[in-house]
């Protein structure tokens, strides 16, 4: 699914680091297509190893406990309030499908062997649309103004044969901005398409090639 954006030897201590992390925190998972997305950040740091691993059902605990910062920054326009003991209510026979149903999937984003987000992907369930959805791309604000959420959106998109569903709410500026950026520089046909579920969502469709 991914490629290389930049190669060479100069990330194998790197990737050496990256497994030991990666040992630490207890995870076994394979990468997505055993691959890893490697390139070079927009700011002056050193080169940067990212990694997006296929989560199984042990680790539904760390995706669950990562949600909750995403559920926090998404309340204001989602207008969620926390539960009784003090957290997001997580549906969790929603969150157990990431597992079992054939096409969804919770993959973890690592930056340099450290846990720096997650990945939601679902099979849409739309009427009239057969796509995948990136459902949720998360990084903790560590990580963000790197040019890593970008670099995986964008080859997460133009992957494979599937076609892809965008959605996010009309209200979420950090978010629109993020996707048009994304969207319109995506080697891939793109249309804005109208969903009657949610009036506040804004879809939008990543077809192979043009539906027209």
């Known amino acids: 699914m991914f490629q290389e954006l930049a190669q060479g030897n100069r990330y194998l201590q790197s990737v050496q680091q990256v497994e030991r992390n990666r040992q630490s925190i ?52 989602e207008q969620e309030d926390v539960e009784a003991d003090g957290r997001f209510y997580i549906h969790d026979e929603h969150l157990a499908r990431y597992w079992h149903d054939p096409q969804w999937s919770a993959n973890l984003l690592l930056v340099d062997g450290y846990i720096a987000g997650f990945l939601l992907i679902e099979g849409s369930e739309l ?63 793109v249309q804005t398409i109208e969903l009657e579920d949610d009036p506040q969502l804004v879809s939008y469709l990543i077809t192979r090639v043009s539906l027209h």
């Open 127 to 189: 009427p009239g649309i057969d796509a995948l959805e990136l459902a949720d791309l998360f990084i903790l604000k560590r990580y963000r103004r790197k040019g890593i959420g970008r670099a995986i959106a964008s080859q997460v998109l133009c992957s494979g044969e599937a076609n892809w569903l965008v959605r996010f709410y009309d209200q979420d500026e950090v978010s629109q901005a993020f996707w048009r950026t994304v969207l319109d520089t995506l080697p891939r046909p």
């Open 26 to 77: 207890g995870l076994t998972n394979t990468f997505v297509n055993n691959g890893a997305l490697r390139f070079f950040t927009e700011s002056p740091m050193p080169e940067t190893t990212v990694e997006l691993i296929q989560t199984g059902p042990e680790d539904a605990e760390l995706i669950r406990n990562l949600y909750q910062y995403y559920a926090y920054e998404s309340s204001d326009w």
